[in-house]
């Protein structure tokens, strides 16, 4: 029987070439996960080069490469820079964040990502983490739920939802996907129900793990760490990181507000290396359907 695969990665080809390696140089892979994104960045460095793999989730323990070359952090991206100074880098050249949610977590049913399988309403990618989807759901006032479901759901009744999961609450306790799903199923009708209810949970998601903040505290401290000629290559898989990853690198905040010197020139830290967003080819996504929604950005420092 086979295993199990842990990820199967996004535009892996179009990922590695936009990070230009040098074989001496010096890259981070933010993602670790499976480990298929640095496998093949460690095929192109020479001996003298250094990749740095960071992942909170303990589960990715168990794919990390034996080679000298390859230092792992047990830990969040955003300590991106404590880490690197903890090791005595002072810039890398280049920095890959890979923020899709791996097969693995989808497949395992206690990690509660999925809506598919019966678990724990977890979702933490750090399982020492204290907050849980179940916590949210239970503690949060109707005004906050409404807000997660909103902004991260873009889920247009999100305050009906959150309404109805108060009053459910108070004589309930949230704890289990299933029970869950069966309280939100009036809100959607058959014809999006999957849509809508993988919109609740990537809200959840998002929520649990702080994913927004964390990717704003990644794009600000690339800027810091980068060299000259460095790369930051980035895959999202939603509108809502997409738009940030995107506003950041053409303006360099995250509203995307424009601001030009004496001579109409853009003020900004970083410049896009691929003007237009790369995506995967029907070839990939009739062989990795999740590719369908990967977006690549590749960007450089600006000079």
């Known amino acids: 029987m086979d295993e199990p695969v842990y990820h199967v990665p996004a535009l892996l080809t179009e990922t590695i070439d936009g990070l230009n390696i040098k074989p001496d140089g010096v890259y981070v892979d933010c993602t670790f996960g499976g480990g298929g994104h640095a496998r093949e960045m460690l095929k192109r460095l020479g001996n003298n080069g250094k990749l740095i793999g960071f992942d909170q989730d303990e589960d990715a323990f168990g794919n990390i490469p034996q080679d000298e070359r390859f230092i792992f952090v047990h830990s969040n991206f955003k300590y991106l820079k404590n880490f690197l100074q903890f ?130 505290s990644l794009l600000k401290q690339c800027v810091e760490v980068l060299s000259e000629d460095g790369r930051l290559v980035v895959l999202t898989y939603h509108s809502l990181e997409d738009r940030l990853v995107k506003n950041f690198i053409r303006s360099g905040n995250f509203e995307g507000k424009l601001e030009k010197d004496f001579f109409g020139n853009v003020i900004a830290p970083l410049k896009a290396v691929n003007n237009k967003v790369i995506i995967a080819g029907d070839e990939e996504v009739a062989a990795n359907p999740r590719a369908r929604s990967a977006k690549l950005r590749i960007a450089t420092l600006n000079h």
């Open 87 to 216: 090791h005595r880098i002072e810039k890398v050249d280049g920095i890959l964040a890979d923020l899709g949610v791996s097969f693995h977590h989808f497949d395992e049913a206690e990690r509660g990502f999925s809506f598919r399988y019966d678990g724990e309403l977890d979702m933490r990618m750090n399982k020492k983490s204290g907050l849980t989807a179940a916590k949210v759901l239970n503690t949060y006032s109707e005004e906050q739920l409404a807000d997660v479901f909103y902004l991260y759901g873009e889920l247009h009744n999100a305050r009906k939802i959150a309404r109805t999961i108060v009053n459910y609450r108070a004589d309930n306790k949230f704890d289990r996907i299933f029970p869950f799903i069966q309280v939100l199923k009036p809100f959607f009708g058959r014809e999006k129900e999957k849509k809508d209810m993988a919109r609740v949970f990537q809200a959840l998601r998002i929520e649990v793990n702080r994913e927004m903040e964390v990717l704003k």
